[in-house]
């Protein structure tokens, strides 16, 4: 009987042993806390699959060599259930028991704001791709990166694009209506920065209420006023209500721009309805930026669409560029010291498939423009900025008589 | 504020679309609103889940429209299913909290909106969902009023509904019995009415009305997990306004809250619309404890 025991267990050692000494690569662990259940789930589970896929080609392709020595890259995440407090709790909880020195972000910039005072207070490095406000960069966080262009950009596109089109921007009236919420109210702020320059009168200017179920209160004004331009921010629930709305109401204005409509998928729901209406986004997979592990936008999304069977939002593009940010950083620092890494962070200046990568002292990516979409004939075409434009810009949108 | 308000006396047609369309989201109000007050008068439990109940209303029209039902056939199925899920929700949860402290059925069916909040968005993901009913809307006065017509259909049926449960708590032999026991239920018992059954029926009629205000929402707006809050406090609001006993005054105080809420975010903004809700039902709160005061120094 002995002996069999002894057996046994100078088979596991050898087992363990030959195990051991074949896997010679180390192991980064990146912690992170997404929102799996609650409010942001779907826009969660984007964030994750992003993260996952860009681990997965970089294990791929060799994991990621620091100084002689190469390592996988492995995410340990929990499910904040998409509560800033329980983030926060999550955090402090991947930085203390499970020992994790790096962190990628969460999805929003509500879920961000609640976890950046904890990372900067252990100082782990974090590089987040979902966290967009401006105020996230105005409180001088030093471990915080983020791959995305900051909230205010947004819809500064479309207001450009109508001072472009008329002759005397000055004349342009603008109807507004954002949610009262960090994201919305940040957006509003980078337009009216822009309807000041172009000396444009606002007309309608709408705080939406967070449990918004109705718009026509907005939309019956914007009607009545008929306003150039519309602008609409209000997460998915926003763009969804809004093109629906206006069909319902046929509220006629030449040119309408909204956030959030590829989440919302409004040209797959409602179909004609979303015509002509614009979209500003953060990345498209037509955009002709590449590089090395991905390939094309395109490439990536494709690849994206065959391991998870949707297409590919940009939610999960950014989350993708967050960890390859953070891969290049480890190569470049040559150590896993945190610091060192934090300044390889800060240092960082490379092109990926979701658009050149580089930071300035706040730590927002300064080197990367938003995008503008117009629904046409049901598809997402990008109109704006000019360079990387796949159609022209259908304008003014008809009125609905002639639609 | 105030160019909100000379917008409706420069564009009279635009005050007309405005208590139009708050007249028509009153009616699917009231239609939540007619279950909760059944409930609360017969089982005497305000019932938390009430949005709850409205959402999985429109959740179930909107997975019938997936598997290729037509979106007005959801309606009615809504309704049927919703009346069996009252049903299971009562023998499960309810038929223990009846005779309870009220705080404890509060408590209870609070419990039970979270659960469900939390099951609807894992079943069907927090995306806001909608359903085209391909009804179109009805113009006039140059467009400047539209009125859709499903929100049309929901004014409708609203005022069938409640002429419906008028006559049904009058007249059918279970709407005496529901009544009886909303009077007294030991009384009921003794008279030989099953008052459990006639709980069970009461809970599952609210959930079949909430089913159909929530079909009608999912083809009038749009629906996510998280929209129930909303409905059980507008239903709360017209209970407390109109009463627990009488179907005439709760339609009305539906119809007025919307045309109110609507008018009020209009001039207001709509980031005050929940607020002014709120701020209304403490000013009838406040003016009835005032009444009630001034009722019981009459007595003494």
Same mark, same amino acid.
Request: aromatic residues 10%; negative net charge; hydrophobic residues 50%.
């Given at each position: ?5 002894? !057996? ?54 060799? !994991? ?90 947004? *819809?500064?596109?479309?207001?450009? *694009? ?49 449990? *918004? ?11 009545? *006023? ?151 004939? !049901? ?25 | 504020?105030?160019? #909100? ?37 017969? =089982?005497?439990?305000? #019932? ?37 899920? /009252? ?24 419990? =039970? ?7 609807? #968005? ?18 006039? =006065? ?63 009629? #609210? ?6 205000? /929530? ?86």
């Amino acid at each position: 009987m002995r002996s069999v025991v002894t !057996g046994l267990a100078l088979l596991l050692v050898a087992a363990f042993g030959g195990a051991a000494s074949a896997e010679e690569t180390g192991v980064i662990k990146l912690g992170a806390a997404v929102s799996l259940t609650g409010k942001y789930s779907s826009n969660g589970q984007f964030t994750k699959n992003g993260y996952d896929l860009a681990a997965k080609l970089i294990n791929e392709a060799g !994991g990621v060599k620091v100084g002689d020595k190469s390592y996988r890259i492995e995410i340990i995440y929990y499910d904040d259930e998409s509560t800033p407090a329980r983030g926060a709790q999550l955090v402090e909880r991947l930085i203390q028991q499970d020992g994790v020195k790096f962190l990628l972000g969460p999805y929003s910039s509500g879920l961000t704001e609640a976890i950046a005072p904890v990372t900067e207070k252990y100082g782990v490095p974090m590089v987040e791709a979902n966290g967009a406000a401006v105020s996230l960069f105005r409180k001088g966080y030093r471990y915080l990166f983020a791959v995305l262009s900051t909230t205010d950009q947004y *819809l500064r596109a479309a207001v450009d *694009l109508a001072a472009a089109l008329n002759e005397d921007p000055s004349k342009l009236r603008v109807a507004m209506a954002f949610e009262n919420d960090p994201f919305s109210q940040d957006v509003r702020e980078g337009v009216l920065e822009d309807i000041v320059k172009h000396g444009m009168k606002v007309v309608v200017d709408d705080k939406l209420p967070p449990e *918004l179920n109705d718009m026509s209160a907005t939309l019956t004004k914007a009607k009545a *006023l008929r306003p150039d331009l519309l602008l609409i921010s209000g997460h998915d629930k926003g763009a969804a209500l809004a093109v629906r709305q206006m069909a319902d109401q046929r509220v006629n204005v030449p040119m309408v721009a909204l956030t959030h409509c590829d989440s919302a998928q409004v040209a797959e729901k409602f179909g004609a309805a979303a015509e002509y209406v614009l979209c500003a986004a953060q990345w498209a997979s037509t955009l002709k930026y590449e590089d090395a592990l991905f390939g094309s936008a395109s490439d990536y999304a494709a690849l994206y669409e065959a391991t998870y069977n949707h297409v590919a939002p940009y939610q999960a593009a950014e989350s993708s560029a967050a960890v390859q940010v953070f891969a290049d950083a480890f190569e470049r620092a040559g150590t896993l010291e945190p610091d060192a890494v934090r300044d390889a962070l800060s240092q960082t200046d490379m092109q990926t498939f979701y658009g050149p990568i580089k930071f300035d002292e706040t730590g927002k990516n300064v080197s990367k423009p938003t995008v503008l979409f117009q629904i046409q004939d !049901g598809k997402y075409v990008v109109v704006y900025p000019r360079e990387f434009a796949e159609g022209e810009l259908r304008w003014p949108t008809p009125p609905w008589s002639e639609r | 504020m105030l160019d #909100n308000l000379s917008l409706l006396f420069e564009f009279p047609p635009v005050a007309l679309d405005v208590v139009l369309n708050g007249l028509l989201i009153g009616a699917i109000f009231a239609l939540a609103a007619y279950g909760m007050a059944l409930v609360w008068g017969v =089982l005497n439990i305000v #019932n938390v889940v009430q949005g709850e109940l409205v959402v999985l209303g429109g959740y179930i029209t909107f997975v019938a429209v997936q598997w290729g039902v037509p979106p007005l056939a959801g309606l009615p199925l809504s309704s049927a299913v919703m009346f069996c899920v /009252g049903w299971l929700i009562y023998k499960a949860v309810i038929f223990r909290v009846v005779d309870r402290d009220i705080f404890i059925s509060i408590l209870a069916t609070f419990g =039970l909106s979270i659960l469900i909040q939390q099951l609807a #968005n894992a079943v069907f993901g927090s995306d806001v969902r909608t359903v085209d009913a391909d009804l179109g809307s009805i113009y006039f =006065l140059d467009g400047m009023v539209t009125l859709s017509v499903v929100k049309l259909l929901a004014f409708v049926l609203a005022l069938g509904a409640g002429a419906a449960l008028w006559f049904f708590l009058g007249k059918a032999r279970l709407g005496q019995a529901i009544r009886a026991t909303a009077q007294n239920p030991r009384a009921a018992r003794i008279l030989g009415i099953d008052t459990d059954r006639v709980f069970a029926a009461t809970y599952a009629l #609210n959930a079949a009305l909430c089913g159909a205000a /929530g079909s009608l929402a999912v083809m009038a707006w749009t629906i996510h997990p998280y929209l129930g809050l909303p409905y059980t406090i507008r239903s709360f609001m017209v209970v407390v306004v109109a009463g627990v006993g009488n179907v005439g005054a709760v339609i009305a105080a539906g119809l007025g809250l919307g045309a109110l809420e609507n008018v009020a975010g209009f001039v207001l903004g709509v980031e005050f619309q929940i607020a002014f809700v709120f701020a209304l039902m403490v000013v009838i709160l406040v003016w009835r404890s005032i009444r009630a005061a001034r009722k019981r120094s009459y007595l003494e």
